[in-house]
């Protein structure tokens, strides 16, 4: 089968979604697919083929929104190249520029568009309003919502529940398939090469044996409620001094969350990374004792599922987002409030057996998401398009 997918963002820009659709054309290739990209050049503003590795970039103008760019939702020159790929489907990951070019080549070329939903856009409106006319900007985001998940695809993807049941209550009718994000999981196993680069880390972090190190992966946003979980360390501190908080990751309140540590007095117990090369998550993931989040606002949390596939346990605030990953006193614990995340972080760090019990079960719970096993079910969803487009 030859595939197009369409995405906003790719390697080597790093977030969920671009980690997501780089596995998804791995684990096709690696099942005999043919796999092309198109996608935002976001490393200048000029119009790229790659034709050895099939992969379009096209111009666009920087939107405040991290590194990302919009771009234009017509490209005459990319149209050209995409008619000798002689596509069988089109896998859009976005709902905007490179979405809605996605559709204009799936009428013209008479081929099915299967579609992700990844963003709760209704949650990230302060981004472009500044928390200014929310009820409005939240209508116009379920508004936009609906167009592209409900009337502008054949088939509909998400990776949970959680999103599925909140499509629904916005009248979405669509049949809806809930595939789980895959990952690279045999990546995120400790292995003799990574152990050198994890005593760097440690080393670098001044990260003592005795420490228990409490990882946090992702942006540094608003949206992952990183200013409650600070609050929440600092009542945590007075339980025990070598608790060690790191995060890992950029973004625009990396600043704000800063002056926080620095005013609360926490700033030996509270570690900056900013933003790391991919290809070191992995270690990172294995320098910690265990996973946190306190983001509710989550379609899935990738990141998560990482640190399981690291054998951490997981202790989130409980989101219908973490329900299908996380099994409470299996491979981690939920928490409501600060004192029951503080119960949870004394338990797992006391409690040698549990722990040592949470961490296999991590290991164990992750086999429904491996990068093959995500493919497939994508490609399930890809022949249901095809047959039903023939149909109608």
Not at 50 to 59: H, M, S
Not at 120 to 131: A, G, L, V
Not at 318 to 339: I, K, R
Request: aromatic share 12%.
């Amino acid at each position: 089968m030859k595939i197009g997918l369409f995405t906003e963002v790719y390697p080597p820009y790093i977030s969920g979604v671009s980690t997501s659709v780089q596995m998804l054309k791995e684990a096709l290739e690696k099942m005999h697919h043919t796999v092309y990209v198109v996608t935002a050049n976001l490393i200048d503003n000029k119009f790229k083929y790659d034709a050895k590795e099939r992969i379009i970039y096209l111009p666009g103008i920087k939107t405040g929104i991290y590194e990302t760019k919009l771009t234009t939702i017509y490209s005459k020159k990319a149209l050209k190249i995409i008619k000798e790929w002689d596509l069988d489907v089109i896998h859009s990951q976005t709902e905007f520029g490179v979405g809605t070019f996605s559709r204009i080549v799936a009428k013209k070329l008479n081929i099915p568009v299967v579609h992700t939903y990844h963003t709760i856009y209704e949650d990230y409106t302060y981004y472009i309003t500044h928390n200014h006319f929310k009820n409005l900007s939240k209508k116009l985001a379920i508004k936009l919502t609906k167009f592209y998940c409900d009337k502008k695809c054949n088939e509909l993807i998400v990776p949970t529940l959680k999103i599925a049941t909140l499509l629904k209550q916005y009248g979405i009718n669509k049949n809806i398939h809930i595939i789980p994000t895959g990952i690279d999981t045999e990546k995120f196993i400790i292995n003799k090469k990574m152990i050198p680069i994890i005593k760097k880390i440690k080393n670098k972090y001044k990260i003592k044996d005795t420490d228990f190190v409490i990882g946090n992966v992702g942006r540094v946003a608003q949206e992952k409620n990183l200013i409650e979980e600070i609050k929440a360390f600092k009542e945590l501190l007075k339980y025990g001094e070598n608790y060690k908080l790191m995060i890992v990751g950029d973004g625009p309140l990396l600043k704000e969350i800063k002056n926080l540590v620095k005013k609360l007095d926490i700033e030996k117990n509270v570690i900056f990374t900013g933003k790391v090369k991919y290809e070191l998550m992995s270690a990172y993931y294995n320098t910690f004792n265990v996973m946190i989040s306190f983001s509710t606002t989550e379609t899935q949390g990738l990141t998560i599922i990482e640190g399981l596939a690291a054998s951490l346990p997981v202790v989130a605030i409980y989101d219908e987002a973490f329900t299908d990953m996380v099994t409470s006193n299996y491979n981690g614990l939920f928490f409501h409030n600060t004192e029951e995340f503080i119960q949870a972080m004394i338990e797992l760090k006391n409690n040698k057996t549990k722990y040592k019990e949470f961490k296999t079960n991590a290991k164990n719970s992750i086999y429904k998401y491996s990068k093959e096993v995500f493919a497939g079910e994508c490609l399930k969803v890809y022949f249901q398009a095809i047959k039903n487009y023939k149909k109608s």
